[in-house]
């Protein structure tokens, strides 16, 4: 298996993460080790198998459609990094 | 024996009977810490006014005869749990100013008890990691030998105990990372049923998989501990609505008629010679005690690694998403648009190996690839739970190593990721399954490092593997050896 740099680069930009140089040329090497282990699995037969998304089987968790008190804007807004009055503010959108 | 040194059980009665007061338990912890913690770096952060404030409290709820369970008793937990107020940073500097602005379910629950907060435990960043030293607050030493880790990603939860900082310790165990720290420290590590303890307030790494643990000097602790924070929480959808038994009334010495399988997968040739020592004198134990052994197979146990490395990642991919540098978290000042702060503020705010988990799972989930691995994956997940289930059939519990080896060295397997991953191999496979597990203390290697017994149960079978490990506690010697600090 092996991993190419614009693949690196691709999978850095859906997981948005801004990397290096040195962090591509490192991550590309050890993800071509990881997957080469990960390979162990296609070993296996597991086209009649269901596979298995939650150790406990469950339904739906259903709850009453009931008004709660909820968090408040303070609180909501205690950690974020910039705000005007009641929103989060962030940079440009739109040019 | 010293405060410091006593678990809850114990001060219990001390309390009760008024031979000593929760500010001067609290305060001995406080002292302990302050005289260790520069060796041992367990703590992210110590809370040394709020534990007094507690600490008389719950001197008042005792005076006024509503004392329960954990009324003060000085705790402290990983830093990956919110507590109200206090600041909670998961060992990331994406956190580093981060306050929480609500607990979390299982310390609301402690914290109503009467329990005193210490402080925040370091651990690998966003519990990733099996040997502490992926935190952005320095690594955790292991106690016994400060050369040595101690285990991960719940390592400060576990030096704390053997470092006498903390009478007891939540951690969270997604891999492992509550049994291999246990294992490594000397000290207790219970990884409950996925679904007996509330997830809510516990920062996500993996849903599918994490579950919060207790971490404690004994088993009987452990149970008590476990009691005062299991049972369905309307918050966490995934936690199990089914009754919470007394779990410290389960604590039967004696193993007659259990029957303990031994997965042959676990018993390899690579395993250190000194765990294998251990483990052959537990198994002589335990039959001692009256239990009946026989070999059973785990056939999947070596797909484990391979198949959490793919959900882990994955869903770690998605939870780690909400870290965006918008409502909360580092915000990147050198950033041109709203796209580029995103992904400068998690190049900034993530450490290495948070950033190849995420990488590894957004590969796993991104197109053309979803089938061949994650789908893939999810498959051999179900072929690793089958094994359990018809493992349990013929067996009540299993009786394996935690880890193949005692803690390694510091910087040892920090260059080779896939070395560390291979770390878990024999606890990886409990959380894929769903089921519960315990990391005893079960002896020493060579060079004076702990080494833990696993023992796994069915769902919900906590009562069980409590018992087990209770007998062989009670049998042994190796929870009353304490590190030279």
Redesign the interface.
Known sequence: MSITRQ??EH??K???????ND?KV??TS??E???K??E???E?D?DA????????P?EN?F?PDSVTPS?GHE??L?????KNETY?R????I? | MQLYEQTIFSLQQMLKQRQVSSVEITKAMLNRIEATDSAINAFITVTPEQALKDAKAADQMIASGQAATLTGIPVALKDIFLTDGIRTTCASRMLD???A??DATAWGRMKVQGAVLLGKLNQDEFAMGSSCENSAFGLTRNPWNQDHIPGGSSGGSAAAIAAQQAVATLGTDTGGSIRQPASHCGCVGLKP???RVSRYGVISYAS??DQVGPMTRDVTDAALLLGAIAGYD?KD??S?DCPVPDYHSALKNDLKGMKIGLPKEYFIDGLDPDVQKAMDQAIATCRSLGAEFVEISLP?T??A???Y??IATAEA?SNL?RY????????SET??????????S??EG?G?EV??R???G??AL?SGYYDA?Y?????????I?RDFIEAFKSVDILLTPVAPTPAFRIGEKTSD??QM?LSDIFTIPV?????CGISVPAGFSKDGLPIGLQLLGR?FGEESILRAAYSFEQATEWHTKKAAL
């Open positions: 693949e690196i999978i850095a859906l997981s948005r993460l801004a990397l290096s962090e490192l991550f050890q993800m080790a990881i997957l282990y990960v162990t699995l296609k296996l597991t198998i269901t596979p298995t998304s939650h150790a406990v469950m968790a709850r968090i609180r909501a205690l950690n974020a990094p910039d989060f962030v940079p440009p959108v040019e | 100013n981060f306050i602005p609500y049923t996925y679904g599918s998989l309307p959808s995934t199990v999947h070596n797909y690694v391979a198949t490395y793919l991919s998403a965006e540098g918008v409502r909360f978290g580092h915000r950033s041109s648009g709203l796209i580029d702060m995103m992904m400068q998690r190049a993530f290495a950033k190849r995420i990488m590894l957004t590969y991104s691995y789908l893939k994956a999810q498959k051999v997940r179900t072929l739970q990721p896939l991953y959380n894929l399954a769903g089921i769902p």
